[in-house]
Protein backbone atom coordinates (compact mmCIF):
# COMPACT_ATOMS: atom_id res chain seq x y z
CA UNK A 1 0.00 0.00 0.00
CA UNK A 2 1.45 3.50 -1.17
CA UNK A 3 1.84 5.85 1.45
CA UNK A 4 3.08 9.62 1.20
CA UNK A 5 2.83 11.13 4.79
CA UNK A 6 3.88 14.87 4.85
CA UNK A 7 4.88 16.73 7.92
CA UNK A 8 6.95 20.09 8.63
CA UNK A 9 4.24 22.66 8.28
CA UNK A 10 2.93 25.42 10.44
CA UNK A 11 2.94 29.26 11.02
CA UNK A 12 5.54 31.34 10.05
CA UNK A 13 5.99 35.35 9.81
CA UNK A 14 6.66 36.38 6.28
CA UNK A 15 10.48 36.43 5.59
CA UNK A 16 10.48 32.58 7.67
CA UNK A 17 11.58 29.62 6.21
CA UNK A 18 10.19 26.13 6.74
CA UNK A 19 10.87 22.22 5.72
CA UNK A 20 8.85 20.10 5.01
CA UNK A 21 9.45 16.59 4.54
CA UNK A 22 7.18 13.38 2.67
CA UNK A 23 8.37 10.27 4.16
CA UNK A 24 7.52 7.59 0.59
CA UNK A 25 6.45 4.04 1.29
CA UNK A 26 4.96 0.86 -0.07
CA UNK A 27 6.30 1.27 -3.53
CA UNK A 28 9.66 1.52 -5.96
CA UNK A 29 10.40 4.87 -4.54
CA UNK A 30 13.83 5.32 -6.67
CA UNK A 31 11.71 5.03 -9.95
CA UNK A 32 8.84 7.70 -9.24
CA UNK A 33 8.76 11.19 -9.86
CA UNK A 34 8.10 12.81 -6.04
CA UNK A 35 6.50 16.31 -6.59
CA UNK A 36 4.93 18.73 -4.00
CA UNK A 37 1.48 20.72 -4.99
CA UNK A 38 -0.24 23.27 -3.01
CA UNK A 39 -3.89 24.71 -2.73
CA UNK A 40 -4.88 27.64 -0.96
CA UNK A 41 -8.39 28.07 -0.02
CA UNK A 42 -10.84 28.82 -3.08
CA UNK A 43 -7.81 28.55 -5.75
CA UNK A 44 -6.75 25.64 -7.72
CA UNK A 45 -4.00 23.50 -7.08
CA UNK A 46 -0.51 24.71 -8.29
CA UNK A 47 2.71 22.63 -8.60
CA UNK A 48 5.37 24.13 -6.61
CA UNK A 49 8.78 21.42 -7.30
CA UNK A 50 9.07 18.12 -9.00
CA UNK A 51 11.90 15.57 -8.72
CA UNK A 52 12.90 12.51 -10.75
CA UNK A 53 14.41 10.41 -7.80
CA UNK A 54 16.16 7.75 -9.54
CA UNK A 55 18.69 11.06 -10.98
CA UNK A 56 17.88 13.54 -8.92
CA UNK A 57 16.64 15.70 -11.53
CA UNK A 58 14.66 18.60 -10.41
CA UNK A 59 11.90 20.98 -12.29
CA UNK A 60 10.17 23.92 -11.23
CA UNK A 61 7.76 26.19 -12.61
CA UNK A 62 9.05 29.79 -13.21
CA UNK A 63 6.76 31.57 -10.53
CA UNK A 64 8.47 29.02 -8.14
CA UNK A 65 11.98 29.45 -8.86
CA UNK A 66 14.35 30.91 -6.11
CA UNK A 67 12.99 30.54 -2.94
CA UNK A 68 11.95 26.81 -3.04
CA UNK A 69 13.94 24.10 -2.86
CA UNK A 70 12.88 20.54 -3.51
CA UNK A 71 15.65 17.79 -2.15
CA UNK A 72 15.85 14.31 -1.55
CA UNK A 73 17.23 10.93 0.96
CA UNK A 74 16.83 8.42 -1.31
CA UNK A 75 18.44 6.37 1.86
CA UNK A 76 14.89 7.40 4.10
CA UNK A 77 12.91 7.10 1.03
CA UNK A 78 12.08 11.15 2.19
CA UNK A 79 11.41 14.26 -0.21
CA UNK A 80 11.99 17.44 0.94
CA UNK A 81 10.92 20.87 0.11
CA UNK A 82 13.28 24.17 1.85
CA UNK A 83 10.85 27.32 1.84
CA UNK A 84 12.32 30.57 2.49
CA UNK A 85 11.90 34.12 2.36
CA UNK A 86 7.76 32.91 2.70
CA UNK A 87 5.45 35.70 1.65
CA UNK A 88 1.69 35.43 2.91
CA UNK A 89 0.75 34.39 -0.28
CA UNK A 90 2.26 31.01 0.23
CA UNK A 91 -0.01 30.31 2.56
CA UNK A 92 -1.93 27.09 1.70
CA UNK A 93 -2.16 23.21 2.30
CA UNK A 94 0.97 21.17 0.79
CA UNK A 95 0.50 18.43 -1.28
CA UNK A 96 3.38 15.26 -1.72
CA UNK A 97 2.53 13.35 -4.61
CA UNK A 98 4.46 10.29 -6.64
CA UNK A 99 3.51 9.17 -10.11
CA UNK A 100 5.40 7.84 -12.96
CA UNK A 101 8.40 9.99 -15.02
CA UNK A 102 6.85 10.62 -18.66
CA UNK A 103 9.05 9.43 -21.49
CA UNK A 104 12.52 10.62 -21.32
CA UNK A 105 12.50 10.39 -17.59
CA UNK A 106 10.80 13.66 -17.44
CA UNK A 107 8.80 14.33 -14.28
CA UNK A 108 5.60 16.09 -15.70
CA UNK A 109 3.89 19.03 -14.11
CA UNK A 110 -0.02 18.67 -14.77
CA UNK A 111 -1.87 17.02 -11.80
CA UNK A 112 -3.21 14.08 -13.47
CA UNK A 113 0.75 12.93 -13.89
CA UNK A 114 0.61 11.91 -10.28
CA UNK A 115 -1.55 8.49 -8.89
CA UNK A 116 -0.64 8.84 -5.08
CA UNK A 117 -0.89 11.73 -3.01
CA UNK A 118 -0.49 12.51 0.84
CA UNK A 119 -2.70 14.19 3.60
CA UNK A 120 -1.42 17.72 3.17
CA UNK A 121 0.72 19.84 5.65
CA UNK A 122 -0.84 23.44 6.24
CA UNK A 123 1.13 26.38 5.86
CA UNK A 124 0.09 29.59 7.31
CA UNK A 125 2.33 32.98 6.47
CA UNK A 126 1.11 35.81 8.64
CA UNK A 127 2.20 39.26 7.40
Known amino acids: QVQLVESGGGSVQAGGSLRLSCAAS????????MAWFRQAPGKEREGVAR????????YYPNSMKGRFTISQDNAKNTVYLQMNSLKPEDTAMYYC????????????????????WGQGTQVTVSS
Open 97 to 116: AAGTPASGAYCAAEIDAYNY
Open 51 to 58: IYTLIGAT
Open 26 to 33: GYAYSRYC
